[in-house]
């Protein structure tokens, strides 16, 4: 990865917006219904972003649970908290995924969301993530592969720069192809793979793509000259075709949910 997004607090209000929307807010609810959190159970939530689901998270296991956030950005911590703020049991951490600061036996469920596409060692990682996990416990990996991403354009090779542009700032951009092997090396028992489609045939501030193409067309331009006036057109391009209604986006993520051993 020779780049990578700045997840300042411009960045955390964009992800709100987009995860707002109908399609997010579906993908958390398979995914709660994935983890069946119950009262006084501790979580942890790698990466929570704006926070939204980590609220939830906090409602599910009670005032009598735990429900942590740990994200290496400061200002995506700052929203998580500011929302988050009237529910005692919640609590943030600035932390690596790669390496996370907790105990052994220290979580009943964990719960990360497009966070492990960035991280260079996922043998370590998820090796902790069994270390924390306690016995019995289950954890949910939730990421995209984007080489599902379908996006209707006319000018395709254009298009072609802009996403291996856009490419640049993962170190995993088919990560889910091996979450499961990953996890079982990990010590894990897999327990379902799942995908979550999201398909979008508007151009319009309640589709998670309306939010996603300006970040990608932002990221991708950044280097400037060639590059920033191919992301520039390119976007244009989508948001005419968008005002024509001949606009069409899909992308998969891909739910993994597994279980460590009991004893």
Not at 65 to 74: E, F, P, Y
């Amino acid at each position: 990865m020779s780049s990578s997004i700045d997840f300042d607090a411009s960045t955390g209000n964009a992800l709100e917006r987009a995860y707002l929307t109908p399609d997010v807010v579906d993908q958390r609810r398979i995914v709660l219904e994935a983890l069946d959190l119950q009262p006084g159970e501790s979580v942890l939530d790698v990466g929570p972003g704006p926070g939204l689901l980590l609220e939830e998270m906090a409602k599910c296991v009670g005032a009598d649970g735990r429900a942590v956030g740990a994200d290496l950005s400061a200002p995506m911590l700052a929203l998580t908290s500011q929302r988050c703020a009237n529910l005692s049991q919640v609590e943030t951490d600035i932390a690596d995924a790669g390496a996370l600061p907790y105990p052994p036996d220290s979580f009943d469920a964990i719960v990360s969301t497009q966070v492990y596409e960035y991280v260079a060692d996922i043998s370590t990682a998820f090796a902790k993530l069994f270390e924390i996990t306690r016995s019995g416990g289950r954890v949910a990996i939730l990421d995209t592969d984007y080489d599902s991403l379908v996006l209707h354009c006319e000018d395709e090779a254009r298009q072609a720069r802009v996403l291996e542009a856009w490419d640049d700032h993962f170190v995993h951009r088919g990560l889910p192809r091996v979450l499961g092997p990953q996890l079982r090396e990990a010590g894990f028992d897999v327990r379902s793979t799942q995908a979550i489609p999201i398909v979008n045939t508007a151009w319009a501030d309640h589709e998670f793509s309306f939010h996603l193409v300006p970040m990608m067309a932002g990221f991708s331009g950044r280097a400037g000259g060639a590059a920033r006036e191919d992301a520039q057109a390119w976007l244009e391009e989508i948001r005419r075709l968008g005002s024509e209604g001949r606009y069409f986006f899909s992308l998969n993520r891909y739910l993994v949910v597994a279980d460590k051993p009991s004893g």
